[in-house]
């Protein structure tokens, strides 16, 4: 009964900062429901820890469910890392580090043979590289926790799976890439390049690339069974090396190794949803949140998943842009709504259909557009 009452009070503070339009538009009952699955997922052993935080204007929806001491905890973000990392990347373009047209080998000299010097690095940026998502060792490379230079240096080597520019293909190694050009253009390592040009200028004082300032014993621990099968898959033998390792969460890897909080998390889409200046040029942020793509392939912003393809739920616009991770994470931002909608769990993304965090996303969604 308590916890009922909290949640009434909270989507009730909810509507009390929002503006008429917005209680006009926006159904508190569906906030009330992106809750309860979460808690009922929590209350049934389904999840171990999870956060939801709505933002629409100047009006503010959060809530923790299991095992979250705060909402300031911090989550592992995976796939949601990209997202980061691009803007990290793109700092570096801003500063004449490079051009999105460039051919990757520009700045990879190594990155030769194959057809790879056809790819430039817009296209790494928005998987259309021809490059795999995970490397054929992944499990050989983190069973020997090998440092992120490894993997930079099997990806330059490894097969294309199509020529560059002809298909879209999901490519972590890609990303990796693209932050490999940004940290040698910037002389800096890559998670102190993230951290000083977005988390420092945005206040994301509860993230890192990789552990960072945070200390280990504040991560939220994640439900490693069901995990993607380049995490382990929640096999013991891998437990050296899977997502609650010291050795995964101290890598850093750029393609799905951050931690942040709810809010931190908000904090991040705000800067493209209402674009000030402080981390990214107001430019820079609405050129990677639009499509890139050839007409024919899946659009993709600058590390960022775009429109319906994003799965959000009813109503949302094609100008939504976000991303999800296999932890069993989703972020997404409505510029047409003024909405933004983070959900972070520790249940993985190919555990369950449908996942609790998509429900969720979908009554919020509902809710936002009247629906």
């Given at each position: ?8 009070q909270t989507a ?15 159904k ?5 429901a992106a809750?309860a699955?979460l ?8 999840i171990?820890?999870s956060a ?8 503010e929806f959060?809530?923790?469910f299991?095992?979250v ?15 980061i ?7 570096v ?6 051009d999105?047209?460039?051919p ?15 790819i430039?690095v817009?296209?790494l940026?928005t998987?259309v590289?021809g490059?795999?998502?995970q490397l054929?060792?992944n499990a050989?490379l983190r ?5 992120l230079?490894d993997?930079?240096n099997a ?15 999901y ?5 990796l890439?693209?932050?490999e ?6 002389g ?9 040009t ?17 200390g280990?014993d ?9 995990g993607?099968?380049?995490s382990?898959?929640?096999d ?5 090396w ?8 101290k890598?850093g890897?750029?393609w799905?190794?951050a931690h ?6 908000a ?6 949803l209402h674009?000030?200046?402080k ?5 820079t942020a ?6 890139h793509n050839p007409e024919g392939l ?9 429109g319906?393809?994003?799965g959000?739920?009813p109503?949302?616009?094609e ?14 931002a409505?510029p047409?709504?003024?909405t933004l909608c983070?959900i972070?769990?520790t249940l ?13 996303s ?10």
């Open positions: 009964m308590q916890r009922r009452a909290l949640l009434l009730a503070g909810f509507l009390a900062g929002a503006t008429q339009p917005l209680i006009a538009a926006l508190a009952d569906g906030l009330e809750a699955i808690e009922d997922a929590s209350a049934r052993g389904q171990d820890a939801l935080l709505v933002r629409r204007g100047d009006a959060s809530r923790t299991g095992a001491p705060s909402i300031d905890s911090p989550f592992l973000l995976a796939s949601i890392s990209k997202t990392s691009a803007a990290a990347v793109m700092k373009h801003e500063e004449g580090g490079f999105l047209d460039d990757a080998v520009r700045h990879l000299p190594e990155f030769t043979g194959d057809g790879r010097e056809k430039t817009r296209q940026l998987h590289s490059l795999p998502d054929p060792e050989t069973a020997r926790h090998a440092p230079s993997f930079v990806a330059m080597r490894t097969p294309l799976l199509f020529a560059p520019g002809t298909r879209y293909s490519s972590s190694m890609a990303i890439l693209a932050t050009i940004a940290q040698r253009a910037s800096t390592s890559f998670p102190t390049l993230v951290d000083e977005i988390y420092q200028p945005l206040g994301m004082k509860h993230s890192a690339m990789g552990v960072g300032r945070l280990l504040s991560l939220i621990r994640n439900q490693v069974e069901f993607a099968p380049e382990g898959s929640g013991p033998s891998t437990k050296s899977d997502w609650n390792s010291d050795y995964w969460r890598l890897a750029p799905g190794g942040g909080s709810a809010p931190d998390v904090r991040f889409l705000a800067a493209f674009p000030d200046g981390a990214l040029k107001p430019e609405r050129l990677m949140i639009r499509n899946r659009p993709r912003g600058l590390g960022f998943d775009l319906p393809a994003l959000v739920g109503g949302c616009s100008r939504t842009f976000g991303h999800t991770g296999s932890t069993g994470t989703r972020c997404w409505d047409e709504s003024d983070v972070l769990t993985p993304a190919r555990a369950v259909d449908p996942h609790p965090r998509d429900q969720a979908q009554r919020v969604a509902e809710a936002v557009n009247g629906r």
